[in-house]
């Protein structure tokens, strides 16, 4: 089970640190060697996130959705969740990325951003593979 909650002016960096968080609790019982792979480098880019958006946090007038999964979420479920999510995610950062006024901050919010709907497209190449079997 997952749920989401929207959290008026959350910070972006925490919300990147929830939903990796999420993920690792999550992620530790998936045995599957591909599933567990891509929670992996989800998490691993994620966490990188943090770093670039928290200079950010600040300008973020918006509102993001933030995740919580629950330990023990079958795979599916976990990937079903995760593509959700960065979606969301991505579609709050497209929605601040045109009103921030510096240029180099503005691409690295659309990378972001990018890098978010691309961990989505991932986690449902696996839910379509899983769909076939």
């Known amino acids: 089970m997952n749920?989401?909650?929207s959290i008026k002016?959350?910070?972006?960096s925490m919300v990147c640190e929830h939903?990796?968080?999420g993920y690792k609790?999550?992620?530790k019982l998936v045995q599957a060697p591909a599933i567990r792979k891509v929670i992996e480098s989800v998490i691993?880019?994620?966490?990188?996130?943090v770093a670039i958006l928290q200079p950010?946090?600040?300008?973020?007038p918006g509102t993001a959705q933030v995740l919580t999964l629950e330990s023990g979420s079958d795979p599916e479920n976990i990937l079903k969740s995760l593509v959700v999510h960065e979606l969301a995610f991505a579609e709050s950062l497209d929605g601040f990325s045109p009103g921030l006024a510096n240029e180099d901050e503005r691409l690295a919010v659309k990378a972001v951003a990018d890098a978010s709907r691309k961990f989505a497209s991932w986690a449902q190449d696996h839910l379509d593979l899983l769909a076939m079997f």
Do not use: I, T, Y
Request: proline share 4%.
């Open 56 to 60: 950010l946090d600040s300008l973020f």
């Open 25 to 27: 609790n999550a992620g």
């Open 3 to 5: 749920e989401m909650a």
């Open 9 to 12: 002016n959350p910070s972006l």
């Open 19 to 21: 939903a990796v968080a």
């Open 44 to 49: 691993r880019q994620k966490s990188e996130h």
